[in-house]
């Protein structure tokens, strides 16, 4: 039987950390009073939320990046939530912008995003943004952080040249699935485009030569869909009694797989900063990479 490797965010994270310091040290350096200005919206009463912003706001304070939050109140009406977000947008003195998700009942994330810059959108979820990518012009654009840190996780396994590499992608979301799709595709990857309805799973995986799952269906993956060669991404939540789970099971028989939590997740969190930085020279006409 296959031992699986672990294959852990948080080295990778560590990483990001140091060059988003870099270029906060860099700027200090070279204009004290600039800090880059980040701010979470909140359109809802939702708890998991709150808890989400005060680790941005921690991880912010460790880094040196000024965070605000625009609280909303728990039912905010659509054009409240437009006019806060038309507001961040043409603020000089912001630089990034996180609309937290979900919403309250009733508001539309989908009108809301609409509202927000391109080029402040950290989380990369503006139809701007996502066009880009399916454009194959990412230069131009913020990326999604979730997606990027799948392909991240791939290339540390897979190598940095993804040309040619097969993945399986269970979950075509809106968040995850559907850019990344693009994302791999820009990188000369073989996409299989699959979901928790395809038909004989096992089969369809089987040549692939890593599986992301992105769904939000806790044990979708199980032992019977992988084999050996297999690296698995595994970029589901699910939240149960026992605490937080992802969409596989854990310790597969393959040769490497993320666990929840600890895989995707400390490497999401760094690279929405990485974003900021990214943000802010895009802002300022500077060249990025």
């Known amino acids: 039987m296959t031992e699986s490797r672990s294959l852990l965010g948080k080295p990778l994270a ?36 709150r808890v989400y912003v005060e680790s941005k706001a921690r991880r912010a304070r460790k880094l ?23 507001e961040l947008s043409a603020d ?15 508001l539309d994330a989908d009108a809301a995003l609409l509202h927000i810059e391109p080029r402040k959108d950290v989380e990369g979820l503006t139809p701007a943004n996502l066009a880009l990518i399916a454009a194959g012009r990412e230069s131009e654009a913020l990326l999604p952080p979730t997606p990027r840190s799948v392909r991240f996780l791939l290339r ?5 040249d993804l040309r040619g590499v097969r993945v399986g992608l269970i979950g075509p979301g809106r968040t995850v699935g559907r850019p990344l799709a693009f ?36 044990g979708l993956l199980r032992p019977e869909h992988v084999q050996p060669h297999h690296v698995v991404i595994d970029a589901g939540i699910n939240v149960t009694p026992e605490g937080v789970v992802g969409d596989a099971v854990p310790d597969l028989p393959v040769r490497a797989q993320t666990p929840v939590p600890g895989g995707v997740g400390p490497l999401t969190s760094a ?18 990479e």
């Open 271 to 288: 690279l929405m900063y990485q974003n900021l930085v990214r943000a802010v020279k895009l802002q300022r006409g500077e060249r990025v």
């Open 14 to 49: 560590d990483e990001v950390t140091r060059g988003v310091r870099e270029a906060l040290a860099k700027w200090a350096n070279l204009e004290p009073s600039f800090r880059p200005h980040l701010v979470s919206v909140l359109a809802s009463s939702d708890p998991a939320s």
């Open 64 to 86: 040196g990046v000024e965070f605000g939050v625009r609280d909303l109140g728990p039912q905010p009406t659509q054009d409240d939530l437009h006019a806060a977000l038309r």
């Open 183 to 218: 994302m791999l595709n820009n990188r000369g990857v073989t996409v299989t485009l699959c979901n928790e309805h395809t038909r004989d799973l096992a089969g369809v995986l089987a040549p692939q030569d890593a599986v992301v799952v992105a769904v939000g269906r806790e």
């Open 156 to 160: 540390a396994v897979l190598g940095d």
């Open 92 to 106: 000089p003195a912001v630089h990034g912008i996180v609309l937290e998700l979900p919403l309250a009942p009733g």
